[in-house]
């Protein structure tokens, strides 16, 4: 079946603009996660959601960074005023059951944010 | 804080090289761990993991990992590598009662014929 599906897959933003980052996760998927990946360095938790419900959205670096799911399946990520620090790549992961403890997370292929 | 730490940065091996790969969390508590690897221009995906019982767990394309709980360690290996392990190499944690995956930074292999 379809993987996790992410779009854009690139975005170019000049400083200042909001964009936002779509996740579709694999269907039926309860789980779904959020995860911030600078140049160089490894995936890093932004936020996750049960269902519709955000359960930890304690990795979004600012106020300026906010997460939805409102039905539970595709979900937007959304970074306001951007800044050249939020130049990164944003995964999304999907995993079939409600908690991630001891589930594979399913990863999509990244939206690249490049802020000029 | 909870962290990984991956001591390898880029490592070049020759084909039919074995492969070690050092990981070290810090984490005091039960932890579920995961090597997970990105080919080429390809997503993120799972090679293997553990969460209980044998501390040498094996996964997919002949590699393999030991959890040793003592030195708070997951190294994964391989005996013989191929051009096709190409690829960048993640270890990950989550702390028990925890969600989030919390990755290193990773581990570049290059395999040449």
Redesign the interface.
Known sequence: GA??SQSPRYKVAKRGQDVALRCDPISGHV?L?W?QQAL??????LT?FQNEAQ??K??LPSDRFFAERPEGSVSTLKIQRTQQEDSAVY?C?SSSTG????Y??Y????TRLTVT | AQSVSQHNHHVILSEAASLELGCNYSYGGTVNLFWYVQYPGQHLQLLLKYFSGDPLVKGIKGFEAEFIKSKFSFNLRKPSVQWSDTAEYFCAVIPYNTDKLIFGTGTRLQVFP
Do not use: I, K
Request: glycine share 22%.
């Open positions: 993987g996790v789980s996660f995860y160089g360095q490894g995936p890093e938790f996750y359960l930890d304690s990795g995964l992961a908690r991630a403890l001891s594979e997370q990863f999509g292929p990244g």
